[in-house]
């Protein structure tokens, strides 16, 4: 009958579907590689190597100034000024960052960050620097050259190369400060592994493409450093 027909809600007259356990840990995850891919971009690796070398090495016993005069330098010419290029060239081209990252659209960063580098490069010269401190610069930008050369037919993981080249920039200095790199070497094994796994959770690369960075990086590392 109509006078007892009860009226139920329309918010509840069904259940909502719960956020099913595995998809809350899968956009979890998903956040956390996005945050680790942003923290430890291919950038900051020459600016990491030099404050390692500053604090942790012999060259702790330089004046303050001086060292400081070199961060700024480094962080000037290898983060600043890329970071800044790179996110006006994808601001006028109205990219996210997913967006930038297809293979093709990926040369103008490699030459504006090449760019960079090479400044780097000259103003270490004309301060004369010693060689094993500007190897860091040659070092990443060779790997930059070869990464972008790469880039016409496979889209190697920057990322990993940075991983590979603090990797194999590690295993030159132990040789040249003559040290025991094995505590360092464990440390960024494992960060390199992490930031290669999140780099395919975040759907950028392949497994090959991750592993393919990561040699780049570390051939780059020691053939920069130690021989050229």
């Known amino acids: 009958m109509e006078g007892n027909t009860t009226n139920i809600p329309d918010e509840l007259s069904y259940h909502e579907r719960q956020p099913d356990v595995a998809d809350v840990r899968k956009d979890r ?3 956390a590689a996005r945050v680790i891919s942003a923290v430890f971009t291919p950038f900051m690796v020459p600016f990491l190597a030099f404050f390692l070398l500053f604090f942790f090495t012999y060259l702790s016993i330089m004046p303050l100034m001086y060292k ?18 790179i996110f006006l060239f994808r601001k006028l081209n109205g990219w996210t ?5 297809v293979r093709e659209r990926r040369f103008v960063p490699y030459l504006l960050t090449i760019i960079c580098y090479v400044a780097c490069l000259i ?12 190897g860091v610069i ?8 070869i990464c972008a050369i790469v880039n016409f037919r496979w889209k190697i993981s ?3 190369a940075s991983s590979g080249m603090m990797v194999g920039g590690l295993l030159s200095y132990s040789f040249i400060f003559r040290f025991n790199p094995v505590g360092w070497l464990c440390f960024f094994i494992l960060l390199a592994g992490m930031l290669g796994s999140a780099r395919i959770i975040v759907r950028q690369h392949t497994l090959g493409e991750v592993c393919g960075g990561f040699f780049v990086g570390l051939f780059c590392g020691v053939i920069g450093i130690l021989f050229i």
């Open 97 to 101: 960052l997913h967006e930038l990252g």
């Open 158 to 160: 920057a990322h990993m």
């Open 138 to 145: 040659v070092a990443t930008l060779i790997c930059m050259v």
């Open 68 to 85: 400081l005069t070199v961060l700024g330098l480094v962080y000037c010419f290898t983060i600043l000024m890329p970071m800044l290029g």
């Open 123 to 134: 103003m270490m010269y004309r301060i004369h620097l010693p060689r094993y401190m500007s």
């Open 29 to 31: 995850l998903f956040v």
